[in-house]
């Protein structure tokens, strides 16, 4: 049976399920993997530091969402996109196997200007007394952010009075730069623009409205939760599929790990790799790959899929080849990372 290791890039999550409107030739094993973070820290950086700089102004509004916004108003909307955006960010470092990433210091230092952005970062001098003062290594600073809300009515042709299709699209771009003490330019910068768009009316039926608060906290969520992803490194769904066809061997074979025992399924396969049927052999090999990449030996996976591809070139084989391919370019990244 195969066993989960605590220090495995992989977490088996369901064994096996139907693929719809495939089920009597392919099952699919669904997991996670662990994917390395996009940003390279240098190996002495340990303690982040969040620092909020974004603007509290009317300016990172929509033009059309500015009117009969008070002040008031503007500081709790603000307050609710800054909670939610950071309580993302740091929902994937909580969870991410980079454990000395997982408690960052949180700091605030609003600024008033809202032009001239890219004169106003941070100087060498600030980022070094900020460090130094905190005890951090590095500062990740939310330099920009704006948003804005747009409501869309879509009319039948043949009733042009009635609506069709009514929706919400909310919308927002930050700015994030990442500082290392010593130098005078950032070590990184990321800007992103997110859209998401909520149904009120669809195909005619009224749907539950969600309030243009919640709206709000789940979009500029979303967005922290992606920019974590982009800092540290994040488990994602994967799945591969296991061939069973009319094959009998096959159907066994998949029933078993249907039941845990991939240790009987292998056996099986194994078996088949000397049949002369070369499509039969290329199915038994896949299986086999996939079997190795779960215990994370992906060596073993890789050798398995090029002989499944030497006997039969199917079309769903060479995605596997670049999806397998891509696991083993980030290994070396991902064991550097949560070291």
């Not at 982009?230 to 074979?253: E, F, M, Q, T």
């Not at 790990?257 to 002369?276: K, P, Q, V």
Request: hydrophobic fraction near 40%; include cysteine.
């Amino acid at each position: 049976m195969i066993v989960v290791r605590v220090n495995s890039f992989i977490w088996i999550l369901v064994l096996s399920l139907l693929l719809q409107g495939c089920a009597s030739k392919y099952s699919v094993v669904e997991f996670e993997i662990l994917e390395p973070a996009t940003v390279e820290f240098p190996d002495h950086v340990n303690q982040l530091i969040f620092l909020n700089r974004a603007p509290i102004s009317l300016d990172i509004w929509a033009e059309q969402n500015q009117i009969d916004m008070d002040a008031r108003q503007l500081v709790l909307l603000d307050t609710l996109i800054s909670n939610n955006l950071f309580r993302g960010v740091q929902e994937v470092l909580r969870n991410s196997p980079a454990e000395k990433f997982r408690t960052p210091i949180w700091l605030s230092d609003r600024r008033t200007d809202t032009a001239l952005l890219e004169d106003r970062m941070l100087t060498k001098r600030e980022v070094d007394n900020i460090c130094d003062t905190i005890g951090g290594d590095v500062i990740i600073s939310l330099e920009f952010y704006s948003v804005g809300i747009e409501q869309h009515f879509d009319y039948y042709k043949d009733a042009p009075d009635e609506v069709q299709n009514h929706y919400y699209e909310v919308s927002n771009s930050l700015k994030w730069n990442i500082h290392l003490p010593g130098s005078p330019r950032p070590f990184d910068t990321y800007s992103t623009i997110d859209t998401l768009y909520f149904s009120v009316i669809a195909d005619g039926e009224y749907l539950t409205l969600i309030p243009g608060v919640d709206m709000l906290r789940d979009l500029f969520y979303e967005s922290g939760y992606k920019y974590g992803s982009y800092l540290v490194p994040v488990w994602n769904h994967a799945s591969r599929i296991l061939y069973r066809g009319r094959n009998d061997s096959l159907k066994l074979a998949v029933k078993h790990t249907d039941e845990g025992d991939w240790e009987g399924a292998y056996s099986i396969w194994n078996h088949l790799t000397s049949e002369e049927d070369s499509t039969l052999v290329a199915k038994a090999y896949h299986n086999m790959a996939v079997y190795f990449e779960l215990e994370d030996n992906l060596d073993s996976a890789s050798v398995l899929l090029d002989l499944s591809l030497e006997h039969d070139t199917f079309e769903s084989d060479k995605y596997y080849r670049e999806e397998l391919d891509v696991r083993i370019l980030n290994r070396k990244d991902i064991e550097k990372q949560v070291k």
